[in-house]
């Protein structure tokens, strides 16, 4: 036992250890590590930003986020739908492995996800908005202090939600009121001593694209442009492209099209809705259009819609950045946006997602991060929904336990890719049952992605395509069969196996029946042609 030899020194000694609790105490208030806000919209394509040259919209504030911080170029799904990609985000695996493969999975939230981690690390932790992943039980959002969610898909107007397990319903437009909750948590709810997560999730630009009330005209007057191949024949491609059921011109149904309106509207939303669109119906009906010229038309209605949804999503994002700036948190608040995945624009002759090709493959990743990203950058790195989980603990300083499959890309940020970085990515989409209809109709399909080529397999067609991305961005003519990329398709095969290697992916061609290449009767989409379909049979 130590001598103290005088009072004084004792009383010197009782300084000293209050001076070191008190310090740590200091230390533990002032939790410096950043803060994490992740903005995710759903089915929102990188061709519908300017940031990313969009030739047919405008989206202010999210090149806001592009001019102050990074945007990532070649951003890419593992699994090109809805609740798969967010399965993946939570989990920094691949679908085969976080067990949620295509919509009307259950999603199993009491595995490792990264919220909880964050959480457990002290991080005060909140899901708001669209979650798309079941409900009850542990399908629950999980690893988060607060939650407030749609249920289900979610209507555009007048949401029915729960929040942490209790019905909740508003009145009003579904991104506004999901911008208002992000942002009354950030003023009120949440605990000011703790670094925050906030997941702020839009339902838009989801089918069936229902504007908000303030952009229910805009664009009325102008004609957006289209793009190069809205009448696609699909020459040059496999079944799958021509067996999709997934086209403006022959999917998109009434609902879509906004000929009839959305049936959840109180009074007055309705009558501000029909004063909207029954004179653009009226123009419609009256015009008795056919052929390339009513393809065009639906075309018109589509995309006009779904850039309305945008609109309001970048609007609320502004509100967001603004409420950062005014409460002094810009500074150390790391701002993510992200969809989940992309969206066919009319390319191709299609809305929807699901396919490995450019569109809906590609996801938007927009980074701000002050002080550690150069504003104004951009990256070409192949980076992937796979990566969020990683870098999010990353940049909160947790570790990265060691069964995620992705990679942090803290290091890109600061502008430093570590040498080895991947060079080639692989996807995998399984929404399909055999002969049973699924939702439009997109074969099960792999492959592999390099920054030059594109190789897919539709295992259960067998049938295979390659992509020369340099010289055909818009995958319009596969090179598989082109002896001049002989050696590329041996190199790709190789690579795409490789990487089911690593990534442990199970062999999947059992679990669906196999159809021969030619189209097999059933397959065909039931909105094509009814008619011709019973009259063949007979
Ligand atoms: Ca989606």
């Not at 405008?58 to 990074?70: K, S």
Request: glycine share 6%; with cysteine; net charge neutral.
């Amino acid at each position: 036992m130590p001598h103290l030899q005088s009072v004084r020194q004792l009383v010197v000694a009782a300084f000293a250890a209050v001076a070191i609790l008190s310090c740590a105490g200091t230390l533990a208030a002032a939790d410096k590590r950043p803060n994490i806000l992740f903005i995710f919209s759903d089915d929102h394509a990188a061709h519908a930003i300017s940031a990313y040259g969009s030739k047919i919209n405008q989206t202010p504030n999210l090149d806001r986020i592009a001019n102050e911080g990074m945007l990532f170029e070649n951003c890419f799904c593992t699994n090109s739908i809805c609740g798969p990609s967010r399965a993946v985000i939570l989990t920094g695996k691949h679908s085969h492995l976080n067990g949620f493969r295509q919509n009307g999975n259950r999603f199993d939230a009491s595995q490792q996800i990264f919220s909880r981690l964050l959480q457990q690390a002290g991080y005060n932790t909140a899901m708001i908005g669209k979650w798309h992943l079941g409900h009850g039980g542990n399908s629950d959002p999980q690893g988060f202090d607060y939650w407030e969610v749609l249920q289900g898909q979610g209507p555009y107007y007048n949401p029915p939600m729960i929040r942490n397990g209790k019905a909740t319903k508003y009145t009003g437009y579904t991104t506004d009121i999901i911008t208002d909750l992000a942002l009354d948590w950030l003023k009120n709810d949440r605990d000011k001593d703790k670094p925050f997560m906030l997941m702020y999730q839009h339902k838009a630009p989801h089918r069936n694209w229902q504007p908000g009330p303030k952009y229910l005209t805009m664009f009325d007057d102008v004609e957006i442009p289209e793009p190069v191949n809205l009448f696609d024949d699909y020459e040059g491609r496999g079944s799958a492209a021509k067996q999709q059921d997934m086209t403006v011109e022959h999917t998109l149904t009434a609902a879509d099209l906004k000929l009839t309106a959305p049936g959840n509207l109180t009074p007055e939303q309705r009558a501000v809705w029909d004063a909207a669109y029954e004179p653009k119906n009226e123009a419609f009906r009256k015009a008795n259009l056919t052929g390339k010229d009513l393809i065009r038309w639906k075309y018109q209605r589509y995309i006009k819609d779904y850039l309305r949804c945008v609109q309001s999503v970048d609007d609320n994002i502004g509100r967001v950045l603004d409420y950062l700036d005014e409460a002094g948190l810009a500074e150390n608040t790391v701002v993510i946006y992200s969809s989940d995945q992309g969206f066919y624009l009319g390319d191709h002759g299609w809305f929807d997602k699901r396919f490995m090709y450019e569109e809906s493959y590609r996801m938007p990743l927009l980074v701000r991060w002050p002080g550690v990203i150069r504003p104004g950058s951009r990256n070409r790195d192949l980076t992937s929904n796979l990566d969020f989980a990683e870098t999010f603990l990353d940049i909160a300083g947790v570790e990265i336990p060691r069964d995620m499959q992705g990679a942090s890309l803290k290091p890109l940020l600061s502008g430093q890719t570590p040498a080895d970085w991947r060079q080639s990515l692989y996807y995998q989409y399984y929404e399909f049952y055999g002969n049973q209809r699924a939702a439009h109709m997109v074969r099960r399909h792999y492959g592999v992605r390099t920054p030059q080529y594109k190789l897919i397999h539709f295992y259960n067609l067998d049938e295979w395509e390659l992509y020369d991305l340099g010289k055909d961005p818009h995958e319009m003519r596969s090179v598989y069969s082109d002896p001049a990329y002989s050696s590329v398709v041996k190199e790709l095969t190789d690579e795409v196996h490789r990487l089911q290697e690593v990534y442990q992916v199970p062999d999947d061609q059992g679990s669906v029946p196999k159809d021969p290449p030619s189209l097999h009767p059933n397959f065909k989409p039931q909105r094509r042609q009814p008619a011709k379909k019973k009259a063949a049979k007979k």
